[in-house]
């Protein structure tokens, strides 16, 4: 600020004046910062809404790993699968392919459950949700479970809706699932 030079006919009261303008200016330029970072934080909150699969977004995932495994059959699933940035991966979206007998064939997420017989495999809860997933298939073809598992993101115990189809390859009825976090 430029004080007025001595001899000029400026008023205490304009001084003041001019002074509380510059006050409002040097607090607008303190406040304006704060108030753009608030706003990229507030932004920013939404983001991991968008790092979510939603319900169509995995029924999109299930048909087109139904897709892939029509073309090269179960024997490619886990290789397939296994890719993090592959074509069958979409953010915390991953198939499931398990044989009927609740024998973990594939798994998009954790490799190392293939080979695994998770039939009576339970939620934090005590559900034998795998269980109950290839009883949907064997009646009824396809149909959704819910279940609490770790989710993949967060790291927490979150509730989870697995999306399930039947599907038979090479003559064998298979159950594809992919689960949706909530």
């Not at 004046?17 to 507030?42: C, D, E, N």
């Not at 024998?103 to 495999?121: C, E, F, Q, R």
Request: net charge negative; aromatic share 6%; glycine share 10%.
């Amino acid at each position: 600020m430029v004080l007025p030079e001595y001899g000029s006919h400026l008023s205490p009261s304009d001084l003041m004046s001019r002074l509380r303008g510059r006050f409002h200016l040097h607090t607008l330029l303190t406040v304006l910062p704060v108030l753009a970072l608030l706003a990229i934080i507030a932004l920013a909150a939404g983001v991991p809404a968008q790092t979510r699969g939603t319900e169509s977004d995995a029924k999109a995932l299930l048909d087109k790993t139904s897709g892939y495994l029509r073309e090269h059959g179960a024997e490619g699933a886990p290789d397939a699968f296994a890719q993090r940035d592959g074509a069958l991966i979409d953010r915390d979206l991953y198939p499931m392919l398990i044989d009927r007998d609740g024998v973990m064939v594939a798994h998009g997420w954790t490799p190392s459950l293939n080979g695994a017989n998770l039939k009576d495999l339970k939620d934090v809860d005590g559900k034998p949700f795998i269980r109950e997933a290839l009883d949907i298939v064997a009646e009824r073809d396809s149909g959704a479970v819910s279940y609490k598992w770790t989710d993949p993101l967060s790291g927490q115990i979150a509730p989870k809706t697995m999306i399930v189809r039947r599907i038979v390859l090479g003559g064998e009825p298979y159950l594809l699932s992919v689960g949706v976090y909530r």
